[in-house]
Nanobody
Framework: QVQLVESGGGLVQAGGSLRLSCAASGLSFSITAMGWYRQAPGKQRELVAEITSRSTTNYADSVKGRFTISRDNAKSTVLLQLNSLKPEDTAVYYC??????????WGQGTQVTVSS
């Protein structure tokens, strides 16, 4: 059974930083593409950042230069470092795993709130 457990969300002032963590189990993590999405109230879920099994990364334009995604295969964990946070970054952040073209999985989400 695949499980993705996010942690690290919280309340932070604009300009601050947070680090989100997603611990994965039940899959071959080292060969799994991973990503972070977010969903703000009243908006669609959107891609924030993704990282392939070879650690190639891709970011949404809105977070480039501020957020960094990384992975630790030894710990089956994907991290998202959020710097220079803005109120518009407020959302529920979801971990996403794509172990194959036939399946993908979501975590339960972690709330990030940025106050102005």
């Amino acid at each position: 059974q695949v499980q993705l457990v996010e942690s690290g969300g919280g309340l932070v002032q604009a300009g601050g930083s947070l680090r989100l963590s997603c611990a994965a189990s039940g899959l071959s993590f080292s060969i799994t593409a991973m990503g972070w999405y977010r969903q703000a109230p009243g908006k669609q879920r959107e891609l924030v950042a993704e990282i392939t099994s070879r650690s190639t990364t891709n970011y949404a334009d809105s977070v480039k230069g501020r957020f960094t995604i990384s992975r630790d295969n030894a710990k089956s964990t994907v991290l998202l470092q959020l710097n220079s946070l803005k109120p518009e970054d407020t959302a529920v952040y979801y971990c996403h795993a794509v172990p194959s073209r036939w399946a993908d999985y979501w975590g339960q989400g972690t709330q990030v709130t940025v106050s102005s």
